[in-house]
């Protein structure tokens, strides 16, 4: 790319994206891990994230943190929770109220570090995380959603989270063993203990969200969304809406790709992650490159980044829509954050929208898997 692009490379150096859309909260941390030095802030400058959305009845930032790559070992090695702390602190501190962990992300260590993190200011923020496998020796041998094995995942999951309560409890994925309505009953007593607040699901079939929603109110569906995938869009989104549930997209930057990550010349060790990927063949990643130029060019015109092009555009097609782009440094989370303050005319969507479908992109879901269970 030519040096006068705006990208993650030289974001830094172009910081007066992010520093335009505000500055600090009122709700967090001072830098800093160790407890003693934390201190409120009461600037009464607006957050960076400012925004909020509503997931079903649950009020959320605009933008949440995942927080998967800090300790899961799926992209990235695990990182220092001290470190990792001083990330989602600084999230804290930026205005972000919405933070993404899962049982099996470690496993249990993400939890941890997230738990760790937010004790000091549980009330004032917004804690999901996921259920749903079955663990020997410290590692997932499957998926394990029966009702008595629901309860002892959440009993382990608030010790590790040092809470009373999960405020957003999602099935992880469908065990086909389990019928849903069992899940959702073992959840809505769960709610009814105060052990949790709302439900959720991830990667359900829509036959499956419409029974687990008959049993207990699902507040939010977690499902890959992004510029590259797009399988959705196929019925998932109108159904999400018919319901009132709120939609958390991941993957929303592509795993990096849309951060300018990688390209067609990127090759991927054989215990990593990536090669299993379907979009991150070598073939597949030379195709969908016209994707990501594209992107690049109307970042360009807007001097915003690709990576805040890719989120404002995820933000831009639904007021229900709360992407978790994870980070594990806390300058990406700022560029993330500049999202928020990039805004889209109807014609700009529309026609973004039509140069998008002219590109037939390789290694995507089928259509009609939108509807299945995943």
């Given amino acids: 790319m030519e040096n006068s692009k705006i990208n993650r490379r030289n974001f ?26 934390l201190k409120i802030h009461n600037s009464g400058i607006m957050p960076l994230a400012a925004d909020r959305r509503k997931l079903g009845k649950l009020e959320v930032s605009a933008l949440g943190l995942g927080c998967m790559s800090m300790a899961s070992n799926s992209y990235n090695p695990p990182r220092p929770m001290a470190d990792m702390v001083k990330v989602i602190r ?26 760790e993190a937010l004790r000091p200011v549980r009330n004032k923020v917004v ?32 010790k590790r989270l040092q809470t009373d309560r999960i405020d957003l409890l999602y099935l992880h994925r469908v065990d086909p063993q389990v019928p849903i309505e069992d899940v959702a009953g073992t959840v809505s007593e769960l709610i009814k203990e105060g052990k949790a607040l709302h439900f959720g699901l991830s990667e359900a079939s829509h036959e499956n969200i419409r029974k687990a929603h008959r049993v207990c109110p699902v507040a939010a569906l977690q499902n890959e969304y992004s510029l590259v995938e797009r399988v959705h869009e196929n019925k998932t989104l109108d159904l999400c809406q018919d319901l ?13 790709f849309m951060a300018d ?114």
């Fill in 12 to 37: 830094l150096a172009a910081g007066a994206l992010v520093t335009s859309a505000a500055a600090v909260s009122g709700l967090g941390f001072t830098s800093g891990t160790n407890e003693n030095n």
């Fill in 90 to 115: 600084g999230a804290v501190d930026k205005g972000v109220t919405f933070f993404d962990a899962a049982e099996v992300y470690g496993p249990y260590r993400t939890e941890e570090i997230v738990g």
């Fill in 244 to 256: 009132g549930i709120g939609f958390v997209p991941w993957c929303p930057v592509v795993r990096g």
């Fill in 261 to 374: 990550k990688f390209d067609e010349y990127s090759r991927f060790a054989p215990e990593s992650r990536f090669p299993a990927i379907p979009y991150f063949s070598t073939e597949a990643i030379k195709n969908n490159m016209a994707l990501l130029n594209l992107v690049r060019n109307w970042s360009e015109q807007k001097g915003i980044t690709p990576v805040q092009f890719s989120l404002a555009w995820l933000l831009a097609q639904k007021p229900w829509i709360v992407p978790i782009p994870g980070t594990t440094k806390l300058h990406h989370l700022e560029e993330n954050l500049g999202a928020l303050a990039v805004k889209f005319t109807s014609a700009e969507l529309q026609s973004f929208r039509t140069e998008l479908e002219k590109i037939q992109l390789m290694g995507v879901r089928k259509p009609e898997s939108a509807s299945q269970d995943a």
């Fill in 127 to 158: 804690i999901a995380s996921k259920m749903g496998f079955k663990f020997e020796d410290g590692k997932s041998v499957g998926r394990d959603s029966r009702p008595e094995s629901i309860r002892k995942a959440v009993e382990g999951m608030l």
